[in-house]
Nanobody, 118 residues
Framework: QVQLVESGGGLVQAGGSLRLSCAAS????????MAWFRQAPGKERKFVAA?????GSSDSVEGRFTISRDNAKNTVYLQMNSLKPEDTAVYYC??????????????WGQGTQVTVSS
């Protein structure tokens, strides 16, 4: 089992920045691909970014977001810059296999709300 706890969400104006953190505990953190997904009200959960154990990453947000991880601290981060109102969503941290699909991740955090005002 892997337990994931997100933090760092909040309310920010358009154009601003936030950094989300996800602290992991339980089984070996470094063995998992870590990812961020987001879910807006009434919409399906969508892939944001992923990073594998060695630091290789992929993202879907036009280069505005950067994922990173610190294996020594069992923590993954999502730096979000130039935020837009359409980035408003609950952001979830996940651990699993490399990929962009929800089904590829076995472990999930409880989510953290990000709200971007115009």
């Amino acid at each position: 089992q892997v337990q994931l706890v997100e933090s760092g969400g909040g309310l920010v104006q358009a154009g601003g920045s936030l950094r989300l953190s996800c602290a992991a505990s339980g089984r070996t953190f470094s063995g998992y691909t870590m990812a961020w997904f987001r879910q807006a009200p009434g919409k399906e959960r969508k892939f944001v970014a992923a990073i594998n154990w060695s630091g290789g990453s992929s993202d879907s947000v036009e280069g505005r977001f950067t994922i990173s991880r610190d294996n020594a601290k069992n923590t993954v981060y999502l730096q979000m810059n130039s935020l837009k109102p359409e980035d408003t969503a609950v952001y979830y941290c996940a651990a699993g296999m490399w990929g962009t699909a929800v089904a590829q991740y076995a472990y999930w955090g409880q989510g953290t709300q990000v709200t971007v005002s115009s």
